[in-house]
């Protein structure tokens, strides 16, 4: 004996023990990669223009919903995840990444993870082409179909190219600018293309019409907005969704010479992120250009 005290609190208040057969259970993998994933946007500027609760929500929330968080965690329920989902879309896209994201998190290999990429590919602006974009005149005419109270959302998607999320904390002055007041870069001021300027009286297009009721009881009003526009088209029988106005702002800012760095600002975009999305456009426009002079 030594002569020191025995503690036997350290055997009274003894924890379970994970058996060496046991896995961790993917809602407390997504609890531990959550906590680590705010801490790391903590980290950057506290003056961040997009909230991270928000974020959190739309990117992995909703993907992680998918998976049966009972189960243990495994690599293969992630893939099955991606797997469920429509091929090409953007919802296979988001799933792809909030999972990948989760598998670097618990140190699955670089083969794995880009596996998991690979799988959310198909849908993006790099894979569109302006074959796949509605015309004008299709987009018009959508906006003549839609109720009432959902046409001035829809010509404000047509008019500014704004996310239809945007549209939730957005405002009109009715002479050229719509102020977004806090979308995913930021508060900022979009124009319309000088072509489409006359739309603005036209349509009487000051204030802000958006239903108020849509997202009352939303966790997510923005995303409500966004799913409503979305079902509007749908109860139409249209295919594509509201966030292809916004392509269509762009390809049109593109045809008709708009300046890249007004057309990026506009969108709320870097100049070379508008480049990089659109580049196969802006080169095709070059080109056609190039041909006619």
Not at 212 to 222: D, H, L, M
Request: glycine content about 6%; hydrophobic content about 35%; some cysteine.
């Amino acid at each position: 004996m030594s002569g020191q005290q025995f503690d036997w609190g350290a055997w009274t208040d003894l924890k379970p023990r994970q058996r060496s057969d046991e896995r961790e259970s993917l809602s407390s993998v997504i609890e531990r990669f959550e906590k680590h994933w705010r801490k790391a946007q903590g980290k950057g500027d506290p003056q961040k223009p997009w909230n991270i609760d928000r974020y959190w929500r739309a990117d992995f929330k909703t993907a992680f919903n998918r998976l049966d968080q009972k189960k243990p965690y495994s690599f293969n329920a992630l893939v099955e995840s991606i797997e469920e989902t429509e091929p090409k879309s953007r919802v296979r896209r988001r799933q792809a990444r909030a999972c990948r994201l989760l598998a670097e998190f618990q140190g699955e290999s670089a083969e794995s993870c880009r596996k998991l990429s690979n799988l959310g590919k198909g849908y993006g602006v790099r894979e569109l082409d302006p074959r796949d974009i509605p015309s004008d005149e299709e987009l018009l005419k959508v906006i003549d179909m839609v109720p009432d109270r959902f046409r001035w959302s829809f010509r404000a998607l047509y008019l500014y190219g704004v996310r239809p999320h945007e549209l939730h904390e957005a405002t009109c002055d009715g002479e050229l600018f719509l102020g977004v007041s806090q979308g995913k870069t930021g508060a900022r001021d979009c124009v319309p293309v000088p072509s489409e300027r006359h739309l603005l009286q036209k349509w009487d297009m000051g204030g802000s019409h958006v239903p108020k009721t849509i997202g009352q009881r939303s966790e997510n009003p923005p995303r409500a907005v966004q799913n409503e526009l979305n079902r509007q088209l749908n109860l139409l029988g249209i295919s594509w969704d509201a966030y292809v106005f916004r392509h269509a702002w762009a390809h049109r800012s593109i045809r008709e010479g708009f300046p890249t760095a007004k057309a990026a600002l506009s969108m709320g975009n870097s100049e070379a992120v508008f480049k990089s999305h659109y580049a196969r456009w802006i080169k095709k426009e070059s080109l056609r250009e190039a041909l006619a002079s």
